[in-house]
């Protein structure tokens, strides 16, 4: 049971986030844990979905998006999370369960791709103060300052959506991946 309580359902949403979980659920099928509780909060889920949606909008792929929320939710230790973008990886983005496996130990099988999952980590793992060679190993891969900047604000966006799964306790609604489990 969720430390915060959330709403049940939409309805029961406050008045200004019923809009915005109606679009989630018209985009998703369904309104998932998450959003819910962001709700009691319409700033909280506006924000969310306002940077999500940007982001969304950038030139990292689709599928290094989700390598890099599972990397971040390996990272913090965050089941929801790591739930949620198991899910999604590999009912959205493709992702293989060797790929997710390689994200989920902070790398990825597409030689790309794995300069952003390890800088990534190496972001949430020094808070920011990554070293010199590490912006120059992501910068070697191909990442242009654009692109690295989006790869920083995916993993803060993550990293919020961990915290605030954590705190809250929020029940997982995916299929339940552990995070303690090592991944295969």
């Known amino acids: 049971m969720s430390r915060i309580p959330y709403p049940i359902n939409i309805a029961a949403a406050p008045d200004a986030s019923q ?3 109606q679009a989630v659920e018209k985009q998703l099928g369904s309104v998932p844990n998450l959003f819910r509780l962001a709700s009691v909060s319409p700033a909280a889920l506006e924000g969310y979905l306002s940077l999500s949606g940007a982001l ?10 989700e390598r890099v929320a599972l990397a971040v939710a390996q990272a913090n230790g965050c089941n929801y999370c790591l739930s949620a973008h198991t899910y999604l990886g590999k009912n959205l983005a493709k992702l293989d369960e060797a790929e ?10 597409d030689a790309k791709a794995d300069a952003a999952v390890r800088f990534a980590v190496k972001v949430v793992g020094a808070r920011g103060r990554v070293a010199a060679e ?13 692109q690295i900047i989006e790869i920083v604000q995916h993993v803060a966006l993550n990293v919020w959506t961990n915290y605030l ?14 995070s303690t489990e090592i991944a295969a």
């Open 165 to 178: 799964n954590e705190l809250a306790q929020t029940e997982i609604d995916f299929p339940v991946v552990d």
């Open 56 to 65: 969304g909008k950038g030139r990292l792929p689709a599928a290094t998006r």
């Open 100 to 109: 997710i496996a390689a994200n989920r130990a902070g790398r990825s099988n």
């Open 134 to 146: 590490d912006l120059r190993d992501v910068r070697e891969a191909g990442y242009d300052d654009g």
């Open 19 to 21: 809009p915005l979980l």
